[in-house]
T-cell receptor, first 115, second 112 residues
Framework: EPEVTQTPSHQVTQMGQEVILRCVPI?????FYWYRQILGQKVEFLVS????????KSEIFDDQFSVERPDGSNFTLKIRSTKLEDSAMYFC?????????????FGPGTRLTVL | KNEVEQSPQNLTAQEGEFITINCSYS?????LHWLQQHPGGGIVSLFM???GKKKHGRLIATINIQEKHSSLHITASHPRDSAVYIC??????????????FGKGTHLIIQP
């Protein structure tokens, strides 16, 4: 069964460093999302992406974040200068059609630890 | 701003019991999702519904749009059902709202 994959599973970085989290969505899906979950808190929406541009973003998704689909399969989230409060689990998701009307399939997550 | 509230926050039950988890939301939505999160962290979609009722195996999800309320039921619960169950919604919007708004989750433990 097709699934969303994410790498790495765990990333440790120093404060101020740049990190890139990678996702491979399900191959025929057109909409892609990033969510994050700070330990012990609820999952929060960061950004959605369609047709090579951001479709929607939350207040959390500020200038230090960016997303890209560098090739036909990968979808990346870059955090330019990491802060301690960026430590969280980051989930990628994808859907066949618009998220408003379609089921979203989640990847296993990348645990980001900022020291 | 839409708020998604779940109850109970924690639920411990014996194997075989009928389980109900509730979700309420404050503004109009286009769809509601029930998700399962296991201790390792991965999130699995269980149901997406915009009206009525859906059933998959021992799981049943219902939604009442007028009352802005949904329930997830588990029949004949089993220890392997132990997980966090999360309610999430797509807010109704003609131009967006693809991102989900999540509840805090219900931590379910089924004891043998």
């Amino acid at each position: 069964e097709p699934e969303v994959t994410q790498t790495p599973s765990h990333q440790v970085t120093q404060m101020g460093q740049e990190v890139i989290l990678r996702c491979v969505p399900i191959s025929n899906h057109l909409y892609f999302y990033w969510y994050r979950q700070i330990l012990g808190q609820k999952v929060e929406f960061l950004v959605s992406f369609y047709n090579n541009e951001i479709s929607e973003k939350s207040e959390i998704f500020d200038d230090q974040f960016s997303v890209e689909r560098p090739d036909g399969s990968n979808f990346t989230l870059k955090i330019r200068s990491t802060k301690l409060e960026d430590s969280a689990m980051y989930f990628c998701a994808s859907s066949e059609g618009r998220g408003t009307y379609n089921e979203q399939f989640f990847g296993p997550g990348t645990r980001l630890t900022v020291l | 701003k839409n708020e998604v509230e779940q109850s109970p926050q924690n639920l411990t039950a014996q194997e075989g019991e009928f389980i109900t988890i509730n979700c309420s939301y404050s503004v109009g939505i286009s769809a509601l999702h029930w998700l399962q999160q296991h201790p390792g962290g991965g999130i699995v979609s269980l149901f997406m519904l915009s009206s009525g009722k859906k059933k998959h195996g021992r799981l049943i999800a219902t939604i009442n749009i007028q009352e802005k309320h949904s329930s997830l039921h588990i029949t004949a619960s089993h220890p392997r059902d132990s997980a966090v169950y999360i309610c999430a919604v797509n807010m109704y919007s003609g131009g967006g709202a693809d991102g989900l708004t999540f509840g805090k989750g219900t931590h379910l433990i089924i004891q043998p």
